[in-house]
């Protein structure tokens, strides 16, 4: 090849490959282009950033209505919960009964496309005894009539909104340590075995009375009440399940008189919860802990030093309960702690918002809550996340206040000494003002 430029040549024979493989990168950059402007505009987004916009603390009744909600919407969410799965929670705190009310906690179910599967789980012929503490029965409610005031169990409520919520969007066995605000104003949920969670627009805190984002809006912590509610269960196996079943029937039992109460209400499988409320020490359940751990030796305890001059009709639903007990001190927010202002990225529902002792509203409130969230959410678009929080707070913080109120007037008068007139003067003036009870 004398005389030939092998510069000019290389040039020559290179020339096709290189235009072929500039052809090639342009017909791919072409396609995927077309692609991507074809996909919907929520997808381009999540391409974009992974994080959703939104955090829910908490996989209770308050946390899974609020993610049903938001997924029912199209709204990206992620949920934390401690649990580490849904089975493991089903022991830790015990399992009552809730009654749901028309206006908050029923309509909260309807609006959530739920109320039909709930009408299947609840149950509606759940007459209400009161008696005092001499087993003499004073009143029954709503005795040979349905309700307005359906009962489920409290796991087959938390069923049913897990059911209701897609399973990926639940982080299970996450325990939160903290919440914070970055500098560019996101949030971050860091966890207490390390690692965190960042870029999220809303933090929501539906983690309950130790709430890890409520530190953001106020520094208050819950209060104890002074008072403790130890709980238990009459199996249908148990001996003593017909003289139970002969006393509380179908719905709740109450008796109460000397600033205590014994109560039992029952359960959707035909056993009995049973439990005890008393004034105690806040530091009674550590300082008792092994007296804890022997269920036959703390019934004794109960019956012959803290109840012993109450009528056995009423003791012996502590006496012949079985199985362990569960300790349950009663803490609460005081309404001095309600938050003054709106913070941008956070807010709360339930009992991280306005915790109290137990009072009959506890589910509802929530469960209103996070209806009231989640309409003002769908209403300003998870693009001004910051309005919706202030629109919702605006009417929550005032039914927080009044939540907490009411549920301190009923708790005096479920541990009043003259227990239970006052709370019979209550069902009165409620049935003289148009029969509400």
């Known amino acids: ?8 040549f290389l040039a020559s024979c290179m020339r096709p490959m290189l235009r072929r493989r500039l052809s090639d990168a342009l017909n791919f950059r072409n396609r995927y282009l077309s692609t991507i402007r074809s996909l919907p505009k929520a997808t381009t987004t999540n391409l974009r950033s992974m994080t959703p916009p939104i955090a829910i603390l908490g996989a209770g009744p308050s946390g899974l209505l609020l993610g049903r909600l938001l997924n029912r919407a199209n709204i990206d969410f992620t949920i ?4 580490s799965s849904a089975m ?3 022991g830790r705190d015990g399992s009552g009964t809730l009654d749901l009310h028309e206006g908050s906690g029923l309509l909260a179910l309807e609006e959530a496309g739920l109320l039909d599967v709930f009408k299947k789980k609840a149950r ?3 007459p209400l005894t009161i008696a005092n503490m001499d087993g003499k029965i004073l009143v029954k409610l709503d005795e040979n009539q349905d309700t307005d005031r359906p009962e489920i169990d409290r796991r087959d409520l ?3 909104l897990l059911d209701s919520v897609p399973k990926d ?5 996450v325990k939160v340590e903290q919440v914070q605000q970055e500098l560019d104003g996101t949030m971050a949920v860091h966890f207490a075995e390390g690692g965190s969670e960042t870029g999220f627009r809303l933090v929501v805190g539906a983690d309950g009375a130790w709430s890890k984002a409520r530190n953001l809006l106020t520094p208050a912590i819950p209060e104890y009440s002074g008072r403790y509610y130890l709980t238990s269960a009459i199996s249908p196996a ?3 399940y017909s003289i139970a079943e002969c006393l509380v029937g179908t719905g709740n039992y109450m008796s109460m008189g000397g600033g205590r109460v014994v109560a039992a209400m029952r359960l959707g499988d035909g056993s009995y919860y049973t439990f005890a409320g008393l004034s105690l020490p806040e530091a009674w359940r550590h300082e008792n802990a092994a007296l804890i751990e022997d269920a036959a030796r703390l019934r004794e305890v109960l019956v012959k030093e803290h109840f012993a001059d109450w009528a056995t009709a009423n003791t012996d639903l502590i006496a012949n309960s079985d199985g362990d007990f569960y300790v349950w001190p009663l803490y609460g927010l005081s309404v001095g702690s309600l938050p003054q202002r709106s913070m941008p990225g956070v807010t709360l529902v339930g009992d991280a918002a306005h915790l109290t002792p137990p009072s009959g509203e506890g589910v509802n409130v929530a469960l209103f809550d996070s209806l009231q969230l989640a309409q003002q959410i769908v209403k300003h678009g998870a693009h001004s996340l910051d309005r ?3 629109e919702y707070e605006r009417s929550m913080w005032p039914r927080a206040r009044e939540t907490i109120e009411d549920a301190a007037v009923k708790n005096e008068m479920f541990f009043a000494e003259d227990a239970p007139a006052g709370l019979l003067h209550a069902f009165t003036d409620g049935f003289q003002n148009g029969g509400e009870k």
């Open 158 to 160: 938390r069923s049913m």
């Open 238 to 240: 148990n001996p003593f």
């Open 124 to 126: 509606y012929d759940v």
């Open 1 to 8: 090849m004398s005389g030939v430029n092998h510069n000019a």
């Open 169 to 173: 969007r639940i982080q299970w066995g």
């Open 80 to 83: 934390f919960e401690r649990d």
């Open 388 to 390: 919706a929080i202030e």
């Open 88 to 90: 493991s929670a089903w």
